[in-house]
């Protein structure tokens, strides 16, 4: 028995046909391509490090030396223990700085900071100023910093030194006792 086609069985044929005709075109060279998309985040970390176990630190002045009227406080000796370590990566072409600033400033006294060149680590590590007095409006202590790391732990990155004066112009302001103040440090954006 013969079946007859009608028009649209016959459609059918040809598209099935043609359909299977074109895939035997497609067929593969000697080469091929793909896509990667690599992501690299903006990086802002920054810490303190120290050898001396301890972040804080006390800094004392003493009794006139040698111990007689008329002469001025004994200022502490300079501390030298601790370390600004710090990982950044730029964006687009903006660099970072590292800014200090203080809690409080105490009443006749100037505490001064000045910060090392890192000798470890690689990148485009900041460039330290020559330093300043400690208020508390934030002032950079470290600038240029593009993408860079210093390595982390104490020996590395920049020395952190602190001095403190009780300047004769400010002696009038002097008061006994302890204060404490916090110490700031914030890695940011120009």
């Known amino acids: 028995m013969r079946t007859k086609l009608t028009g649209s069985a016959s459609v059918l044929v040809f598209v099935l046909t043609a359909g299977s005709s074109f895939s035997v075109f497609a067929q593969d060279t000697n080469t091929d391509s793909h896509q ?7 990086v ?4 303190l490090e120290t050898t001396s176990g301890s972040e804080n630190f006390t800094a004392a002045f003493t009794q006139p030396t040698p111990l007689e009227a008329g002469e001025k406080l004994a200022a502490p000796t300079d501390n030298a223990t601790l370390w600004l370590n710090y990982s950044s990566i730029q ?3 903006t660099p970072k700085h590292v800014d200090v ?3 409080a400033v105490i009443p006749g006294i100037n505490v001064h900071v000045v910060a090392g060149t890192s000798a ?4 485009t590590k900041g460039t330290p100023t020559a330093g300043f007095n400690l208020t508390t409006s934030a002032q950079s202590l470290i600038t240029g910093i593009g993408s860079a790391y210093t390595v982390n732990g104490p020996n590395n990155g920049h020395l952190l030194t602190y001095s403190f004066t009780a300047l004769d112009a400010n002696y009038a302001n002097l008061r006994s006792g302890s204060t404490t103040i916090d110490v700031t440090y914030t890695l940011a954006d120009n």
């Open 36 to 42: 990667i998309t690599v992501e690299v985040p903006v």
């Open 120 to 123: 470890t680590g690689f990148g």
């Open 91 to 93: 964006t687009a072409s």
């Open 44 to 47: 802002a970390l920054l810490d």
């Open 101 to 103: 600033s203080a809690s």
